[in-house]
């Protein structure tokens, strides 16, 4: 059975849409919990659009489950990293004018400076894992650095737009699971999963943990955060 660890910068987002104080994500990491959330998730981004270092401070007193922070190959934030040592750092690739993450880690590119990062967290006791996209060469090489964790960039499942182009890449999340796993690695998967399209991914053998963020922040403007949550827990955990 899947966990689920759900990401909470959109709540931030809508916060500083005002630069005030509300919704406060830290309340929102709280309700997540209550309502089963396995961890939560939460990046601290170069440009700050969202989750601010009051917040990754106040979030690393809250959380009692486990506080995956997302950060890019920067030197800053993994000191900030480091200061505040979350349970767990993901790795993603981060440019300024994307709207959100668009794809996974180049494993094999941005080898030599993961390898810093990696030593460095480990040395500090966080736990690594490197978002990428579901590709041989890609979990091949974060094996090599010795990592033990990945999550599959899941935003091509589901942005296809039909329903064969769907299955194809299900299938491929599914044969990369399983040839991840037989390289040692733990898979989570996330990004862009909905309500309607994530069981799909929650069942396949081996996946650990799903990271959603998006939709069930949507949803919570409709139904309640705590509902929301809920409603994915449900999805998730079959
Ligand atoms: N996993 C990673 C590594 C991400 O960068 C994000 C988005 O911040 C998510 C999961 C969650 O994606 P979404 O908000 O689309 O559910």
């Given at each position: 059975m899947p966990k689920l660890g759900v990401n909470i910068d959109h709540v931030a987002t809508l916060r500083q849409a005002r630069?005030?104080?509300?919704?406060d994500p830290v309340e929102a990491a709280e309700i997540c919990e209550q309502a089963g959330a396995d961890s939560i998730v939460c990046h601290l981004r170069e440009d700050r659009r969202h989750i601010q270092d009051k917040d990754l401070k106040a979030l690393r007193r809250v959380v009692k489950t486990r506080l995956n922070l997302e950060m890019s190959l920067n030197q800053e934030i993994t000191k900030i990293a480091i200061r505040l040592r979350p349970d767990q750092a993901t790795l993603v690739p981060e440019r300024r004018?994307?709207?959100?993450?668009?794809g996974g880690l180049d494993v094999v590119k941005y080898s030599r400076r993961i390898q810093k990062i990696f030593d460095d967290l480990h040395e500090a006791g966080i736990e690594l894992s490197l978002f990428i996209d579901p590709v041989k060469e890609q979990i091949d090489q974060s094996a090599v650095l010795g990592i033990r964790m990945v999550e599959f960039h899941t935003g091509n499942y589901a942005n296809a737009k039909t329903k064969v182009a769907k299955d194809r890449e299900l299938r491929r999340l599914r044969g990369m699971t399983r040839y991840a796993q037989e390289s040692g690695l733990i898979v989570n998967a996330g990004h862009g999963l909905k309500y309607d399209d994530t069981r799909p991914v929650a069942e396949?053998?081996?996946?650990?943990e799903l990271n959603i963020g998006h939709s069930i922040i949507s949803r919570a403007v409709f139904v309640g955060l705590e509902r929301a949550v809920k409603e994915m827990a449900a999805v998730v955990k079959i």
């Open positions: 630069r005030e104080f509300d919704p004018q994307e709207v959100t993450t668009e396949i053998e081996g996946i650990e």
